[in-house]
């Protein structure tokens, strides 16, 4: 298994980046995909989540009304739309994916609940 990240850059406070995650060696059906983040000095931690068969999605409180998580199911690629960017949204944005279990459907925000990582994408917000 494969995630690729890309889409990270500088940018302006106020302004905007869409993320993207390249999916690859395995079918993502029954899985959640996610987005964390680590900031220098700080723990990683969650962002957003989406499950990947039925589309619900999930977002910390810090990003709710900001941030959009998607995913193109033809491209296997999953999206993290980043509008009204602050200062404290810089920081290294990974991708990462986890099987769901039947029994519970829902998307984990822990880091540790993740199986397959992205290598990271920097965010870079200027004030």
């Known amino acids: 298994v494969q995630l690729v990240e890309s889409g990270g850059g500088l940018v302006q406070a106020g302004g905007s980046l869409r993320l993207s995650c390249a999916a690859s060696?395995?079918?993502?059906?029954?899985?959640?995909m996610g987005w964390f983040r680590q900031a220098p000095g700080k723990e990683r931690g969650f962002v957003a989540a989406i499950s990947w068969s039925v589309g619900s999605t999930y977002y910390a409180d810090s990003v709710k009304g900001r941030f959009t998580i998607s995913r193109d199911k033809a491209e296997n690629t999953v999206y993290l739309q980043m509008n009204s960017l602050k200062p404290e949204d810089a920081a290294l944005y990974y991708c990462?994916?986890?099987?769901?279990?039947?029994?519970?459907?829902?998307?984990?925000?822990?880091?540790?609940?993740?199986?397959?990582w992205g290598q990271g994408t920097q965010v870079t917000v200027s004030s």
């Open positions: 990462a994916a986890h099987p769901l279990p039947y029994y519970n459907p829902i998307p984990s925000r822990k880091v540790d609940a993740y199986e397959y």
């Open positions: 060696g395995r079918t993502f059906s029954g899985y959640a």
